[in-house]
């Protein structure tokens, strides 16, 4: 027949930490998920009632851990563990390195398309100014030739102007001459 468990009734926090392998703070989190009735111990610590076989139900690989390497594991389990994570620093160093390979070919077309922008852009804004500039002689062309039609018709219409002044004054004169002659 199998020996009863040992009663596991008034274990500090530690105690339920080590057992489980996890730190203090998630020790005290399952306490509270697990609704375990909490007293004081005459000395002031809280004192963690357990049912029994509740910190059992764990299977022996969840036992006590530290840093990937089970507590009181042989010298060979060691050695695999550090082994193991040598060969996860080495993982994750290619991976890193493979990121930084990416990112860094992103970076370099990014700055490739960058760069065609800015010529494209520099090559629009050039023609543009051309062309801005051909508008303004244009329009500086077309204002001097209006002020030279303008010219011309101020002066057509002073000739004009001074040929009716001096044909009215010949009729004046005519009609004066006439009336002298008559009269």
Request: aromatic share 2%; proline share 4%; charged share 35%.
């Amino acid at each position: 027949m199998d020996e009863p468990k040992p009663n596991r009734a008034g274990m500090t926090y530690r105690g339920i930490a080590e057992q489980l392998g996890v730190s203090i703070e998630a020790a005290k989190a399952r306490v509270r998920r697990a609704g375990w009735r909490v007293e004081r111990g005459n000395d002031g610590r809280a004192l963690v009632i357990v049912p029994p076989g509740a910190l059992d139900e764990l299977p022996a690989t969840k036992r006590p851990r530290r840093k990937g390497i089970a507590i009181g594991a042989s010298k060979p389990d060691r050695d695999r563990g550090y082994k193991d994570l040598g060969e996860l620093r080495a993982t994750l160093m290619d991976q890193v390195n493979a990121l930084e390979a990416s990112h860094k070919a992103e970076i370099e077309r990014l700055q490739a398309a960058t760069d065609q922008h800015r010529q494209d852009y520099g090559d629009q804004l050039n023609a543009m100014r051309q062309q801005l500039d051909q508008a303004r002689q244009d329009a500086d062309a077309e204002r001097e030739r209006a002020e030279a039609r303008h010219a011309q018709e101020i002066e057509r219409l002073e000739h004009a102007h001074t040929a009716a002044l001096n044909a009215l004054r010949d009729r004046s004169f005519l009609a004066g001459l006439r009336r002298l002659i008559r009269g």
